[in-house]
């Protein structure tokens, strides 16, 4: 019987399957493909974060140096802030792991991810630790390490804290600690079912200069990593600027580098390099028995290549192959298997592509396939078959030069398909990590593809399979062809209209929406709520209809319901049935979608929290200046206020007055360039008894405010409060934000997520009252995050304290204190 090669899931699924189109490479890019099969050298980068790897080192090393190159990233950067939208914490994470893959598609490292979240700013690693499981996490880089078997290990920070963030100290540490533990198997058993113990040969530290911190020192080893690639057509840092400026949500984009760039390192585990980074480590083939043979075979390879007819080394790749194949088991081998039928794949002009002509496979319905293969160079090929969730085609259908072969076939979703989710959110997430039971999808950095195609061909005598992620590709008419992912998805989907409902002052009842979008034709069933503690139908909750009929595909209905006898706090959750009752459907699709990375779906319960809170306001019209993006004004229409959303247009042409306050959103004066113009304007409406409330702005080398803000100068520093927990002191206890309409107590500061206050301020002139002082464990207290300043008839606040973050999240004395600085300006007496 003939043998059928096969290319690694998981080694692909790491990379490659979930990217946003099928791949082709350019002669260049195959010649030194080629040429890296040669190389046995591999480097794997740590750090914390989406966007703390040096893209400009990892682009050398993996393009220049042609060593396998990984980037391990503690978190998925859930708790940064996001300059193109409102998305925080898990949506965040997401949008930032996608900006890294497109980042690494780039630069040509591998990508790596920890189970740690990223819970926000941290000021040392024994904080990062408390919320992270430091063994947990630290199981997750021994695991990573012993799979990617990296001879060499960089760091980008310190253990001894120069990095400054806890997260960035704290990756240094796992790293140095998993130097001994990933060659220990006393140390994680679990993981030697999968994988062996692993000796790195050394752990250097990436040394920096990054403002007022230089650690960098010539007696250290330095490398030039600014080099230019002929065959690539540009340099390092140009390739890694591309890289960089794809962490668009972080507003990193930077200008390409040109010229001498060196990178300084210094060892921290294992001995000190002082010619090369791999130093004392043989990258060849000769340390693998038998491999002096392959080692020539690249050779040949690479010298007889023909870059106008790449075909021509489809034959010698094979025969490469069949020789890696009759090696021992080795780490290398299957890299280097993998290696080379991508080539065999590129070099023979092979197109292969599976897609549907519908986003969604909808559980329970039908959805057809569509096969395109082109034999564009016209190599010996056939296709003999294909494999998809247990079910084989034979065939035999040659493929002749740069001829289309189309066929289709149309499969049944079984209502036991699992729907498309991040592996990561299946189950419910601790504080500091999320719950990843699977030991193999550890690391993984993309959700599973909901189908793969194994496609079999036989080319130049030899059959091999192909894997294929199934695509939803189609024409958009400005963008032109695009590839999303395929998504399996239930045959309804639940969106209330609300996910937080504030119940305010006394009212026991709520009434709010539910969408349902039928995606199966004909689906017959009803809706229901139930607690989200015990699955048991919710008392006190009705709806206008229960019954439901999809008569056509992608029908919305609506249904309105009504919560009553409302005393405390509580979840509801919206779930349907099928007729059969056999079918619990309970799930909202969220969608994520930005031009720069492929659309982001995952899935929820359909809940509804019910938060009862004893919230007075005062004023009803409000004016929001939306700056990066944020979820205030939603949380403000919750409260009664009626919300007007100021743009360019509405600020230029509409007087001001008629609002009892305007607040401005998050990092607006960062973001939008007219606002500095209307200056007066804002002054002009504070002096006549208005109120403007100054959301936190950013003052750091990404991005800084151009313009003037308050009435009085003021500085926006750094200084932040990170412990959601910390003691809150009232500095001016008679002051009306803490009394009218609510009376402001230490309860009001029970129950905030991730942090008290960012980008506090400093008062330079003495004109602003400082109301609230609050400190970090061992830190002086700080109380610059609420400034307010009377300036002529009206208020003027700047506040770091991240409302945010709490008026999402249900925090009650979030909500009360911002009631209480709307109302500034029309003080009553106590």
């Not at 650690?215 to 250290?220: G, K, L, M, N, S």
């Amino acid at each position: 019987m003939k043998k059928t090669f096969t290319l690694s899931f998981i080694l692909i699924l790491s990379f490659n399957l979930f990217s946003q189109s099928p791949q082709t490479w350019t002669s260049a890019e195959v010649y030194l493909a080629i040429r890296k099969l040669n190389v046995l050298g591999s480097v794997l980068y740590v750090a914390a974060h989406p966007d703390d790897e040096n893209t400009r080192l990892i682009a050398y090393l993996s393009k220049d140096k042609l060593y396998r190159t990984g980037y391990l990233s503690m978190t998925r950067g859930d708790g940064g802030q996001n300059l193109i939208g409102d998305e925080q914490g898990i949506d965040l994470g997401l949008i930032r792991t996608q900006e890294l893959l497109s980042a690494r598609r780039i630069d040509g490292g591998e990508q790596f991810f920890t189970r740690a979240f990223d819970f926000g700013y941290s000021k040392n690693p024994e904080e990062t630790f408390t919320k992270w499981d430091k063994e947990k996490i630290l199981s997750d880089v021994v695991w990573v390490v012993r799979k990617f078997q990296p001879d060499v290990i960089i760091t980008r920070f310190p253990t001894s804290g120069e990095g400054g963030h806890g997260h960035h100290t704290a990756s240094a540490i796992l790293a140095n600690e998993a130097f001994a533990a990933a060659a220990d198997p006393t140390r994680f058993i679990e993981q030697l079912k999968y994988v062996q113990p692993w000796q790195v040969k050394r752990i250097l530290w990436n040394t920096f200069n990054f403002g007022n911190t230089n650690t960098q020192r010539e007696d250290q080893y330095k490398l030039d990593v600014g080099g230019y690639n002929p065959l690539l057509g540009k340099s390092y840092g140009e390739i890694a600027a591309e890289s960089r400026s794809q962490h668009k949500s972080q507003g990193f984009g930077v200008p390409a580098g040109r010229g001498e760039a060196l990178e300084y390192f210094t060892a921290t585990k294992g001995d000190q390099p002082n010619n090369e980074l791999l130093e004392g480590i043989d990258i060849s083939w000769r340390k693998i028995a038998g491999g002096e043979v392959i080692e020539k075979m690249v050779t040949a390879l690479a010298s007889s290549f023909d870059f106008l007819h790449p075909e021509k080394s489809v034959k010698g790749l094979v025969q490469l192959y069949k020789a890696l194949e009759a090696m021992p088991a080795n780490n290398w081998k299957s890299k280097k298997q993998e290696e080379t039928l991508r080539l065999i794949e590129q070099c023979s002009g092979m197109w292969i592509d599976v897609f549907t002509n519908e986003q969604f496979a909808v559980q329970t319905d039908s959805i057809r396939f569509n096969f395109q293969f082109n034999n564009r160079l016209g190599v010996n090929a056939t296709i003999k078959g294909f494999s998809v969730d247990g079910y084989d085609s034979l065939m035999n259908l040659p493929l002749t030069r740069n001829r289309n072969l189309n066929f289709n076939k149309t499969f049944f979703v079984p209502a036991t398909k699992p729907i498309t989710q991040p592996y990561w959110l299946e189950n419910k997430m601790e504080q500091g990590y999320f719950n990843v039971n699977d030991q193999t999808k550890i690391g993984i950095p993309d959700v599973q593809p909901g189908y793969i195609v194994n496609v079999k061909a036989n080319i130049e005598g030899e059959d091999f399979n192909f894997s294929r992620a199934v695509k939803y590709r189609f024409t958009d008419p400005v963008r032109g062809e695009l590839y999303w992912p395929l998504v399996v998805v239930p045959p309804v989907l639940i969106t209330p209209s609300e996910d937080l409902k504030i119940v305010m002052n006394g009212n026991d009842t709520a009434n709010g929406s539910v969408s349902l979008k039928g995606l199966k034709k004909d689906f017959t069933g009803k809706i229901l709520a139930l607690s989200a503690i015990d699955m048991k139908p919710a008392p006190n909750v009705s709806f206008s209809s229960q019954r439901i009929r999809v008569n056509s595909k992608n029908q919305v209905l609506g249904f309105n319901y009504l919560s009553k006898n409302i005393t405390t706090s509580k979840t509801i959750l919206i779930a349907v049935t099928d007729t059969s009752g056999n079918n619990l459907i309970k799930s909202d699709r969220h969608e994520i979608k930005y031009d720069h990375i492929p659309p982001i779906n995952y899935f929820h319960d359909a809940e509804v929290s019910l938060k009862v809170l004893n919230v007075k306001t005062y004023g009803k019209k409000i004016g929001y200046i939306v700056g990066a993006g944020d979820k205030v004004p939603e949380a403000l229409e919750q409260m009664g206020y009626e919300v007007n959303r100021l743009n360019l247009k509405e600020i230029s042409k509409n007087p001001l007055d008629k609002f009892d306050a305007i607040i401005v959103g998050v990092r607006a004066y960062n973001t939008l360039d007219w606002i500095g113009s209307y200056y007066d304007k804002l002054m002009k409406y504070v002096e006549q008894g208005g109120n403007l409330i100054v959301q936190y702005n950013t003052n750091n080398f990404i991005s800084n405010v151009r313009s003037k803000i308050g009435p009085y100068d003021f500085t926006i520093t750094r200084n932040r409060v990170t412990d959601e927990n910390a003691p809150v002191t009232f500095l001016k206890p008679e002051h009306p934000v803490l009394n009218f309409p609510n009376k402001i107590s230490q309860d009001d500061f029970e129950g905030w997520i991730q942090e008290r206050s960012i980008y506090d301020a400093a008062d330079t002139t003495g004109k602003f009252e400082k109301i609230l002082a609050m400190n970090d464990p061992g830190e002086k207290p700080d109380d610059g995050s609420l400034l307010i300043a009377k300036y002529g008839r009206g208020y003027f606040t700047y506040t770091g304290l991240v409302f945010f973050r709490e008026l999402p999240a249900g925090v009650p004395g979030a909500y009360r204190l911002l009631a209480n600085l709307i109302a500034l300006n029309r003080k009553k007496a106590f």
